[in-house]
C-alpha cells in the first residue's frame, strides 16, 4: 500500500484516517477539496483541476481524500488501494454535524480561505449545506464504490471497505508504524 485513494461520504472520517494513514506510510496526504475549492468556494477549472492531480499522482506514494469523478481514473490509473469509507448514515451525520459545528464557531479556515458558516446548517439546499449534502449522497457514494470493488476494470485495486471506527484502527495498524 502505497499510493491510496480515501473515498466516502463527507464526515465519514476520510480526512482524520486518510492523514494518520499517510504518516504511517511515510508518503504525502492530498485533500482534493484544497484544490478544488478555489477562494470564494469558486471551482477550480476542470482542465487545471486534472493537470494538478495529475501531478499529484506522479509521485511513488501518496494518499489521495476525495470523490472527485472529474478526476477519479486519474487517482486509481496509479492507485494500489482504495480505502472506502462506508460508516452507517447515522454515524455520519453525527460526525458530521459535530464538525461543521466546531468548523462554524471557530471560524477556522479550510482551503484558500474557506470557512463554513453555521447559517448553512439550515439551509436545504445540497450545494450549500454539507448535511444536506451527506444525507443525499449517503447512498449515492454506497452504491458507486460498491459497483466499482466489483468492476473488472478496478481489478489491479485491492478495495478495504470501512464500515466502522474499530475497521478504521486496524486499517491504521496494518500500515505500521512511519517508514
Same mark, same amino acid.
Given at each position: 500500500?502505497?499510493?491510496?485513494?480515501?473515498?466516502?461520504?463527507? %464526515? $465519514? !472520517?476520510?480526512?482524520?484516517?486518510?492523514?494518520?494513514?499517510?504518516?504511517?506510510?511515510?508518503?504525502?496526504?492530498?485533500?482534493?477539496?484544497?484544490?478544488?475549492?478555489?477562494?470564494?468556494?469558486?471551482?477550480?477549472?476542470?482542465?487545471?483541476?486534472?493537470?494538478?492531480?495529475?501531478?499529484?499522482?506522479?509521485?511513488? !506514494? =501518496?494518499?489521495?481524500?476525495?470523490?472527485?469523478?472529474?478526476?477519479?481514473?486519474?487517482?486509481?490509473?496509479?492507485?494500489?488501494?482504495?480505502?472506502?469509507?462506508?460508516?452507517?448514515?447515522?454515524?455520519?451525520?453525527?460526525?458530521?454535524?459535530?464538525?461543521?459545528?466546531?468548523?462554524?464557531?471557530? %471560524?477556522?479556515?479550510?482551503?484558500?480561505?474557506?470557512?463554513?458558516?453555521?447559517?448553512?446548517?439550515?439551509?436545504?439546499?445540497?450545494?450549500?449545506?454539507?448535511?444536506?449534502?451527506?444525507?443525499?449522497?449517503?447512498?449515492? /457514494?454506497?452504491?458507486? /464504490?460498491?459497483?466499482? $470493488?466489483?468492476?473488472?476494470? =478496478?481489478?489491479?485495486?485491492?478495495?478495504?471497505?470501512?464500515?466502522?471506527?474499530?475497521?478504521?484502527?486496524?486499517?491504521?495498524?496494518?500500515?505500521?508504524?512511519?517508514?
Amino acid at each position: 500500500m502505497r499510493r491510496v485513494s480515501v473515498v466516502g461520504n463527507s %464526515g $465519514s !472520517g476520510k480526512t482524520t484516517v486518510g492523514r494518520a494513514l499517510a504518516t504511517a506510510l511515510g508518503v504525502p496526504f492530498v485533500e482534493l477539496d484544497s484544490i478544488f475549492h478555489q477562494p470564494g468556494w469558486q471551482p477550480l477549472d476542470t482542465v487545471e483541476f486534472r493537470r494538478r492531480v495529475s501531478d499529484v499522482c506522479t509521485a511513488d !506514494g =501518496w494518499v489521495v481524500d476525495g470523490n472527485y469523478s472529474a478526476v477519479r481514473d486519474l487517482i486509481w490509473a496509479r492507485a494500489d488501494t482504495v480505502v472506502w469509507f462506508d460508516l452507517p448514515r447515522r454515524t455520519v451525520m453525527r460526525q458530521l454535524l459535530f464538525r461543521t459545528l466546531r468548523r462554524g464557531l471557530t %471560524g477556522a479556515e479550510l482551503w484558500n480561505g474557506n470557512r463554513e458558516h453555521l447559517r448553512n446548517l439550515l439551509n436545504t439546499d445540497p450545494e450549500e449545506s454539507i448535511l444536506r449534502w451527506a444525507w443525499a449522497k449517503h447512498e449515492t /457514494y454506497g452504491t458507486r /464504490y460498491r459497483t466499482a $470493488s466489483a468492476d473488472p476494470r =478496478w481489478s489491479a485495486l485491492t478495495f478495504v471497505r470501512v464500515a466502522s471506527r474499530a475497521d478504521a484502527r486496524r486499517l491504521l495498524e496494518r500500515a505500521g508504524p512511519s517508514r
